[in-house]
Nanobody
Framework: QVQLVESGGGLVQAGGSLRLSCVAS????????MGWFRQAPGKEREFVAG????????YYADSVKGRFTISRANAKNPVFLQMNSLKPEDTAVYYC?????????????????WGQGTQVTVSS
């Protein structure tokens, strides 16, 4: 079993930046795909960004493209989400998710492991 722990959330003004981290522990896989999702109050959880096990391939939701960057050094290192030019609509609980895999595009239901989430609040 894999445990995922997020950190780095907080309160920031619009236009500011935050960097989220997600550390995996427990059972490890040489090919472990990871992603970030978020859930705003009263809304369904939505995809934010995903990254391949090697870190070589990434993809983003249109709403964050050009502002957020997901990164990792390799399958055994933490995953980061650098969030720049934050907007009030980015306010949500951000979740890290992961699963073993070769491809890097998975739907929310296909992810097997989830963190507890970290709150990001952007004030206007």
């Amino acid at each position: 079993q894999v445990q995922l722990v997020e950190s780095g959330g907080g309160l920031v003004q619009a236009g500011g930046s935050l960097r989220l981290s997600c550390v995996a522990s427990g059972r490890t896989f040489s090919t472990y795909v990871m992603g970030w999702f978020r859930q705003a109050p009263g809304k369904e959880r939505e995809f934010v960004a995903g990254i391949s096990w090697s870190g070589g391939s990434t993809y983003y939701a249109d709403s964050v493209k050009g502002r957020f960057t997901i990164s990792r050094a390799n399958a055994k290192n933490p995953v980061f989400l650098q969030m720049n030019s934050l907007k009030p609509e980015d306010t949500a609980v951000y979740y890290c998710a992961g699963r073993p895999g070769i491809t890097y595009r998975y739907t929310e239901n296909e992810y097997q492991d989830w963190g507890q989430g970290t709150q990001v609040t952007v004030s206007s």
